[in-house]
């Protein structure tokens, strides 16, 4: 749901993922959200593009409303 607010328009990279999950008290480990992030990529759920060394995630544009 967090990238499917106005805040996730913007392609977010793991750190602003785990940063924004955590001052919703929604906590887990990087590593964790990390290995969520790439099977969402790998099963369409999201997109990333090259941000630099990392990876910015994103909705599809299909899926953004």
């Known amino acids: 749901k967090l ?4 805040w996730g328009n ?3 990279i793991l ?6 999950l ?3 008290a929604v906590h887990c480990r990087k590593e964790s959200l990390g290995s ?4 969402m990529v790998k ?6 593009i090259k941000k630099g ?7 599809p544009l299909q899926r953004r409303s």
């Open 3 to 6: 990238l499917s607010t106005l």
């Open 10 to 12: 913007t392609p977010r």
């Open 15 to 20: 750190d602003e993922l785990h940063s924004a």
């Open 22 to 24: 955590a001052v919703n």
């Open 36 to 39: 969520l992030l790439t099977k």
């Open 43 to 48: 099963r369409g759920k999201l997109s990333r």
């Open 53 to 59: 060394k990392v990876y910015a995630y994103t909705l």
